[in-house]
T-cell receptor, first 112, second 113 residues
Framework: AQSVTQPDIHITVSEGASLELRCNYS??????LFWYVQSPGQGLQLLLK??????LVQGIKGFEAEFKRSQSSFNLRKPSVHWSDAAEYFC??????????FGAGTRLTVKP | NAGVTQTPKFRILKIGQSMTLQCTQD?????MYWYRQDPGMGLKLIYY???????DKGEVPNGYNVSRSTTEDFPLRLELAAPSQTSVYFC????????????FGPGTRLTVL
């Protein structure tokens, strides 16, 4: 069965520090992979996506993610976190428009 | 363009009451979705539609109904509200270009007491 795991429920980093949020998936084939961000009281906004090709994808707001087929992972990274990055982050996987599965989310707190 | 809009933003219902959550898009996208978001659970798909007149169940459809009479509107109906339906509800859409990116509305926070 398809599933998405975000092992970290809550992460705290200092402003300016680097960030890595983990995402592992279980799927029959290589699915499409996404990272969304949700600010408090808002809907989800797409940060980046991977369909095929270069396994390192760049997104908005300085985020990037790397697809590792051997590890079934799609981890999100940012070299230097800003206070405005505090939000909840969701990894999602799917093979088509009717089959998107979301992880439980990782809440990011940024310390000044 | 407003994108995906949802009304109301907040609502409190009593057990057994009914209500309709409204969702409207101005993006002319064929696909539309309803999700519920519970703390620590991510988003669960309730219903989806691939176009006007076509709807189908998602992962957690029990207690809900939908209709899709136009491309723009995709209302979600709760007939007999139960405390288990307390959640934040998100409507989303997606085009058929193959990008699979979903665009989300701001959500409706529903409490059933």
């Amino acid at each position: 069965a398809q599933s998405v795991t975000q092992p970290d429920i809550h992460i705290t980093v200092s402003e300016g520090a680097s960030l890595e949020l983990r995402c592992n998936y279980s799927y029959g084939a290589t699915p499409y992979l996404f990272w969304y961000v949700q600010s408090p009281g808002q809907g989800l906004q797409l940060l980046l996506k991977y369909f095929s090709g270069d396994t390192l994808v760049q997104g908005i707001k300085g985020f990037e993610a790397e697809f590792k087929r051997s590890q079934s992972s799609f981890n999100l990274r940012k070299p230097s976190v800003h206070w405005s990055d505090a939000a909840e982050y969701f990894c999602a996987v799917g093979a088509n428009n009717n089959d998107m599965r979301f992880g439980a989310g990782t809440r990011l707190t940024v310390k000044p | 363009n407003a994108g995906v809009t949802q009304t109301p933003k907040f609502r409190i219902l009593k057990i057994g009451q009914s209500m309709t959550l409204q969702c409207t898009q101005d993006m002319n996208h064929n696909y539309m979705y309803w999700y519920r978001q519970d703390p620590g659970m991510g988003l669960k798909l309730i219903y989806y539609s691939v176009g006007a007149g076509i709807t189908d169940k998602g992962e957690v459809p029990n207690g809900y109904n939908v209709s899709r009479s136009t491309t723009e509107d995709f209302p979600l109906r709760l007939e007999l509200a139960a405390p288990s339906q307390t959640s934040v509800y998100f409507c989303a859409n997606a085009g058929t270009s193959g990008s699979h990116e979903q665009f989300f509305g701001p959500g409706t926070r529903l409490t059933v007491l």
